[in-house]
């Protein structure tokens, strides 16, 4: 039996028991901001657990989940994996511990066939709570007499769970599998006692009966819950009889892939086999986090991520991989997943695409960082300094974990505190720009959800609504009778017309009205659980529960529909000039502007950014229909609508649809999305779109800021106004503006020439410095020139005069100049150093770009915003290749 019929075998046996058999949530959690993503079976079930949902008292489940702990660990150990399938039947106040280790015994020894001598069940022997004399008796009856000497009785550490210090918790039964004799070591502690590799856990029950209390003590509670996981690969290579999960149908698709991709044969050495582990493992967990719409960065989901990416590129590398090939195998990973989760399937090229760009990505700073790393290893023998390390890590984007796995194969310590220590004196700044995505207000409202009825929500048809208040919240989320004026807290309408918080759109504002008064203000509109929606609201009047008021929302919302409805038209346009494997990667849409982050390999030039410009506005020229309408989901994919990736869609969804005809030629459309936002009805409301910037976020992502509509007349006044009032200083018309800053332009420009020209020895004496004396180790000499604002023309022609008086000298001469860098790097030819790939190193810490030849090169890029560290890091760059 393979991993597909043990999967069906298990959903559809306690199916017969009587579970709802329920579809696997996102790896992202949804409305739970303590879990970066879904780690466990229960956590799409934790509503049920709190009591805040009851339309199932049962459940069972195959659920994605996703451990970041395990990373260092996988290749290593035939237990660890990141990416796993749970396995799990769920009682919410139902049956108890007799039916749910029943049952999990019935479905091992009976539906699996597995031998009952070869399995060790385990119970809770008492410690912080009694023994668990129940779970005993149970198992006992369960086993024939001659197995009762495999029960177990572990503690707190192994056989007990609770949610925190207090709250739920209760003891657990873990049932395990005895590998065999083979396994077995000198010594060995026996199931649950020793982590060594017979003794291998199966499937963990867990019996929530217990309140544990603020003083230790436990009281039982109401309703007993059941939360059972059993991983899927675990109990594939149990059933399939192989030596670990990797040689079990779940893995082996991909690792005969990548050996023959590879030529590398597994089990030819230990090396080789754990470097193809480690492959397919991180292949698999990459293939569905960028399914659900995770791109590498630096931060959250991301980093990890591309930690994955990295990580099997790099043991790629130790195979002999020279370029980029975990691409290569993502059809091995659909012929694992083929018929149990289309959301891979159909993200196929995005997956494809996203790994190969940041495989490629990777190669290229990876070179130059292992010689940093090998210096380093040779100049520390003792521990690599923190601080040396997250250099490693900012300057090339080496990851601390490479730098701590090739650090221990030569047993060299590192300190990794010191590591966390810089690296968060870097991040200060954008920590203190963070914004709050609102996903905390989430857990506030959970217990206040159930209480109230579903919003009804009328803002796609209106914006003024009489509506009933149900109920009021204070800022702490507790419920009370009445908000006193000002007082701020949250209201809750039986109909509302305000839009909630959602797919990057902000909420609506406005007024709540009494007979025509305004008795409070809505700052903001919230959905952070799912069906209830939460308004932010300001009175400047008492407000009750009970109370008939009217709402009517702020003439903003026009503004940012007008926003919205822009992001569509910009999407469409990138696609017709980039293609359709640009996808978006974000967005975020307010009265003022709109942001849209897209997915891109390549920087754009101005003229392809001018086209994207000139597409959009064409189509706001023709006005276009917008139309929107709820549809059946399957309709996306015959009309050629435009998803996102990981976004979860309600069924029927709505579409958003951009043509000249209407439904009926709904396949022909200039844009076609499913979109949950508000948004115009005519491209002509827009009356223009303006990309204000493009600007890089990550690698492979970059993000357009622009104005539609209202916004973008706005700041087209604001511009004139600019423009006039420059014109009137200059005593001359707004449209003669262009040529009489040219002219400004060429006279500074001039008069910085004879500047420079007048006083070059000033300028040498200023800016040159000795930084290494001896670089090549024949006595040649470093220097460093800031040439301050000259233009590339000019520094090459400073540089040319500066070599005149030089010998033995490698010469870097840089400046600033209308917000550029630009740089040059030669020599006197007496130098053995490569001036090419010093300025290709250099090129790569500013973001930019460079090259030459062996004896003269230029580059430029982004000013470092550290210029003597940046002088610094050139110094050690150029001891790299001299």
Known sequence: ??????????????????????????????GDPTLLFTSAGMVQFKPYYLGLKTDMKRAASCQKSFRTTDIDN?????????????????????????????????????????????????????????????????????????????????????NFWAMGDTGPSGPCSEVYWDRGEKYDHKGCAGPGACDCDRYVEIWNHVFTQFDKQSDGTFKPLPRKNIDTGMGLERLTFVVEGKESPFETSLFQPIMHAASRLLKAEPGSSVETTSALRIISEHLRASSFLIAEGILPSNEGRGYVLRRLIRRAARYGRVLGAKDPFLHKLVPSVHEIFRDVYPEVISAEKQISAALKFEEQGFIETLETGEKFLADLLERYPRGVPGDEAFKLYETYGFPIELTRELALKKNIPLDEKGFEVARKAAQETARANWKDSGEKDGFIFQTAEEKFPATVFKGYDT???????????????????????????????????FYAESGGQVGDTGDLLLGGVKVAGVANTQKPVAKVYFHYVKPVAALKAGMKVRAEVSTLRHNTACNHTAIHVVNAALKKVFGENTRQAGSEVDPHRFRFDYTITKTPSKEEMAEVERIANEAVGRKYKVLKMERPLKDAASFGATTLLGEKYQDPARFVLINKGGWDSAGDHYSLELCGGTHIDSLGELVFVKILKDSSVSRGVRRIEGVAGPAAVAHLTKLAGFAETAASKLSIPPQDLPSRVDQLLENIKELKAGKSKAAPAASLKEGRRHLVEGIDGSGSSFLICDAGALGMKDLRELSDEIKKDLKSTLLFIYSRCEGKFSFIITHTGDVKADASAIAKSVAGVINGSGGGRKDFAQGGGEIPADLPAFEKNVVEIAKKHV
């Open 1 to 30: 039996m393979q991993s597909q019929q043990i999967r069906k075998s298990f959903l559809d046996f306690f199916a017969k028991q009587g579970h709802p058999v329920v579809k696997s949530s996102p790896l992202i959690p949804e």
């Open 74 to 158: 996988v290749g290593r150990t035939v237990r660890h994996v990141t990416f796993f399938e749970m396995l799990g039947n769920f009682s919410f106040g139902d049956y108890f511990k007799k039916e749910s280790l029943l049952w999990g015994w019935e479905f091992l020894t009976k539906e699996m066939g597995l031998p009952a001598e070869r399995f060790y069940p385990s119970i809770y022997r008492g410690g912080v709570a009694p023994r668990d004399e129940e779970a005993r008796a149970i198992w006992e009856n369960i086993l024939p007499k001659n197995l009762h000497s495999h029960i177990l009785e572990l503690g707190d550490k192994d």
């Open 463 to 497: 914006t003024g609504t009489d509506s009933v208040i149900l109920g009021l919240l204070d800022l702490k989320g507790n419920m009370v009778d009445s908000l006193p004026a000002g007082s701020d807290g949250h209201a809750v309408l039986d109909v509302t017309p």
